[in-house]
């Protein structure tokens, strides 16, 4: 089992889990993920120690924040064994954020976004999306603008229904 010393902390501290009762294989390993991603997609990992059956380790959260797990998988695959609590980590200070208007909105209506400590890189843009869209999918765009960290983007709700986010 994997168990967590917290179940919700601040971007950029620390979290510990602790595997206990483990299968001790040589190539099992851990991983830290973003909670509903895919096996193969993580943030950190390491390998358990052949023959360990207990092991802790403590990871830094993303700055950004997220709901975020640990994974055991066994003999350097992708079979699953265990999985601990969610940990829900709020932004830090100085991460990016983005910040809106609303959470829900009446299509074609305005909705604003505003972004907080963007990178100010000269290409960097915002887009309302459809949730779980691939990156190439979106319905609106707009260029933050090269060196600006800071932007307030007014834009309009899509006609279809259906859950949306503004990404960075």
Known sequence: SLSVNTTSAVGGTTV??????GLGGSWDWLSFAAVGSADSSYLQWTYVGSGATTRTWTVTVPLQGGVFEFRLF??????RAA??????VTPGPGATTITLS???VIAGTSITATLTNGPGGANDWLALAPVGAASTTYTTWTY????????????SAPTTPGQYEIRL
């Open 144 to 155: 933050v603008g090269a060196g600006v960290t800071t932007r307030t983007w007014v834009a």
């Open 74 to 79: 066994l003999n350097s695959s992708y079979t």
């Open 83 to 88: 999985t601990s609590p969610a940990v829900t």
């Open 102 to 104: 609303a959470d829900s």
């Open 16 to 21: 510990t889990v602790t595997l206990t009762n």
